[in-house]
């Protein structure tokens, strides 16, 4: 009943979503977006660390021939040889230092672990946090701290994570989006291309362009602001024909809890999926979360899989193995456009 807070300060606990970072003025400066244990969401700044990782002791001289810097240190390898920290200036200096290094038959420790994860590693952080310091409104986010103090929390946070699924259809040559549908959050909803000459069912709503379309969406996920998004090869498919065709059509796909377009960082090798990169959010891709869990089916496809554990499958008979399958969808968004909403 009293006045809006502008501030709030003292000791908050919640838990962080997704660490990342971003380059301002030459510096890294580590960004943490979570949601407080009162539901609110935040978004952590940090600019007092800088990246490195080591080398051994003995090596000193090689890596300084060869372009790096070196720092005493008091750590050591697993057997206990003593060690040198290798500063650096941005995180993305260390790949090829770190390969050059390798070219030459010198060990590196921990030049594979991302900045942002070696951050929460120092502080103990596994994902409940305290949060001491002062913090005032965001933009996106409900609170903004800049260089806190942090806490690791052993207690896991009670306040669930909203998550929304969405699943796009496109034409049979996977070059335009027809439409995109969004179901979490307490919320569901088909965005469809709906063209002067269509018209558009009451359970849709209409986009007139692929502009609108994409607008559109980033408009539903900055307010229904999930902290995770799910989809079934949502990764490699779905976000992919959106990512392109937002760069295409010159829509920003700002998706996130703070500025910065959607971003897809492909897998290097067999190993590494293929992963959506939005600040604040979470992206989990259907058939990869399953295969990180050991589980696997005979069909990887989403009829299947959904027959399998849910009982029910697509609608109208179709499934994964309809050679026509794409000829199918095309038609229906042509002539029978609730039937393709429904689908969606």
């Not at 407080?36 to 090596?59: I, K």
């Not at 996977?174 to 069912?201: D, F, K, M, W």
């Not at 709503?205 to 408009?219: K, S, V, W, Y």
Request: charge should be neutral.
């Amino acid at each position: 009943d009293g006045p809006v807070q502008s501030r709030i300060a003292s000791v908050q606990t919640g838990f962080i979503v997704q660490p990342t970072y971003r380059i301002v003025r030459g510096h890294p400066v580590v960004l943490l977006y979570g949601r407080l244990d009162n539901g609110e969401t935040f978004l952590v700044r940090d600019n007092r660390m800088s990246p490195y990782f080591y080398v051994e002791h003995e090596d000193a001289d090689r890596v300084v021939e060869l372009g790096g810097r070196v720092e005493e240190s008091d750590c050591t390898t697993m057997a206990g040889r003593p060690v040198l920290r290798v500063p650096l200036r941005v995180p993305a200096d260390a790949p090829p230092l770190r390969d050059k290094l390798h070219g030459s038959g010198l060990p590196t420790y921990e030049a594979d672990v991302r900045f942002a994860m070696k951050y929460l590693i120092e502080r103990g952080v596994r994902g409940a946090i305290e949060i001491e310091g002062e913090a005032r409104p965001g933009k996106r986010v409900d609170w903004l701290f800049d260089n806190p103090e942090l806490r690791p929390v052993e207690e896991r946070s009670s306040v669930p994570l909203q998550t929304l699924s969405i699943d796009i259809e496109t034409d049979p040559r996977i070059i335009h989006s027809l439409s995109i549908a969004l179901y979490g959050c307490g919320h569901q909803e088909v965005l469809l291309l709906t063209p002067e000459s269509r018209g558009c069912p009451k359970s849709a709503t209409p986009a007139r362009d692929e502009r609108q379309l994409l607008q559109l969406f980033c408009e539903r996920v900055r307010k229904l602001d999930p902290a995770v998004i799910v989809g079934w090869n949502v990764a490699d498919f779905d976000f992919d024909v959106l990512v392109r065709r937002a760069e295409q059509l010159g829509v920003p796909l700002e998706l996130g809890r703070s500025r910065g377009k959607t971003r897809i960082r492909r897998g290097q090798g067999w190993r590494q999926a293929t992963q959506v990169v939005i600040p604040g959010r979470i992206v989990l891709d259907g058939p990869q979360t399953l295969r990180s869990s050991f589980v696997t089916f005979e069909r990887m496809g989403l009829d299947f899989v959904g027959r399998k554990v849910l009982g029910e499958g697509k609608i109208s008979g179709e499934n994964d193995a309809d050679a026509n399958k794409a000829e199918t969808i095309l038609r229906w968004f042509r002539d029978a456009r609730e039937k393709f909403v429904d689908y969606n």
